[in-house]
């Protein structure tokens, strides 16, 4: 069935240093792909989305990368801060059906 | 994005027992959907709401035991029925607008059953 994978489960980086979580999908039909930030009791919060017909795209501190030939995808943060440490949610879905299949989450920490 | 509540946050419930979620969303939507998320983990798609008529459920959710409604363009209930322990979860609604597939997340409603 349909999947999505994603790495690494934990990432520890010093303040200021770059993060990077990647994730993979199995079904050729995703066209849209989502981050999200989860703090700790609160819901996903969607930080940024690449479509299928784009490669990049960045938003301030935060980029993702698309290659659909091989079926990867990632989030990139520059110039991290201990209030980017949470939970990264990425995700694969279909504009024909609107759902989503996420990855397992990465717990992303920054030390000060 | 639009506001999107959920009721009740948490509850904590006798087994064999069934509670209801509600989510409000404060504007009209395409799409509503269902997700769990177990402790420490992704979120699974439950089911999606459809306004009007039976919700979509995933492989491995079935409607006797996560009745869905969706009377209208802002409002959906999940209510998971006859509970036992394994059913303690993070039951969150998620909302999205036709057309740019954009999905954005209610709080969330902790659920544990004794």
């Known amino acids: 069935g349909e999947n999505v994978e994603q790495h690494p489960s934990t990432l520890s980086v010093q303040e200021g240093d770059s993060a990077v979580i990647k994730c993979t999908y199995s079904d050729s039909a995703s066209n849209y792909f989502p981050w999200y930030k989860q703090e700790l009791g609160k819901g996903p919060q969607l930080i940024i989305d690449?479509?299928?017909?784009?490669g990049e795209k960045k938003d301030q501190r935060i980029a993702v990368t698309l290659n659909k030939t091989a079926k990867h995808f990632s989030l990139h943060i520059t110039e991290t801060q201990p209030e980017d440490s949470a939970v990264y949610f990425c995700?694969?879905?279909?504009?024909?059906?609107?759902?989503?299949?996420f990855g397992q989450g990465t717990t992303l920490q920054v030390k000060p | 994005s639009a506001v999107i509540s959920q009721k009740p946050s948490r509850d904590i419930c006798q087994r064999g027992t069934s509670l209801t979620i509600q989510c409000q969303v404060d504007s009209q939507v395409t799409m509503m959907f269902w997700y769990r998320q177990q402790p420490g983990q992704s979120l699974t798609l439950i089911a999606t709401a459809n306004q009007g008529s039976e919700a979509t459920y995933e492989s491995g959710f079935v409607i006797d035991k996560f009745p869905i409604s969706r009377p209208n363009l802002t409002f959906s209930t999940l209510t998971v029925s006859n509970m036992s322990p394994e059913d303690s979860s993070i039951y969150l609604c998620?909302?999205?607008?036709?057309?740019?597939?954009?999905?954005?997340f209610g709080p969330g409603t902790r659920l544990t059953v004794l």
């Open positions: 995700a694969a879905g279909s504009s024909n059906t609107g759902k989503l299949i």
């Open positions: 690449i479509r299928s017909n784009v």
């Open positions: 998620s909302a999205a607008w036709g057309g740019n597939n954009e999905q954005f």
